[in-house]
Nanobody, 115 residues
């Protein structure tokens, strides 16, 4: 099994930056891709960015140019660097691991952007 723990959320002013971290443990060799999702208040879950085991990245159009997903294999950690944050980026951000057998979710971390 894979376990995920996110951190790095918090309160930031509009225009500011945050870096979210997601530490994976367990059967990490079975992970095909790591994905960051977010769920704004009262809205549906949406993809933010993903990075495959081969290092290919993909970003939501709404976040392109403002976020960067990266990973540190030695630390089993995936990062989401977010810049130029807007109030509409306020959401619970979830890290997820795509496995052949399904998706594993982290508990989420709250990001609140004040205008």
């Amino acid at each position: 099994q894979v376990q995920l723990v996110e951190s790095g959320g918090g309160l930031v002013q509009a225009g500011g930056s945050l870096r979210l971290s997601c530490v994976a443990s367990g059967r990490i060799f079975s992970i095909d891709a790591m994905v960051w999702y977010r769920q704004p208040p009262g809205k549906q879950l949406e993809l933010v960015a993903e990075i495959t085991s081969g290092g290919r990245t993909n970003y939501a159009d709404s976040m392109k140019g403002r976020v960067t997903i990266s990973r540190d294999n030695a630390k089993n950690t995936v990062y989401l660097q977010m810049n130029s944050l807007k109030s509409e980026d306020t959401a619970v951000y979830h890290c997820a691991a795509n496995l052949a057998t399904g998706i594993i979710w982290g508990q989420g971390t709250q990001v609140t952007v004040s205008s």
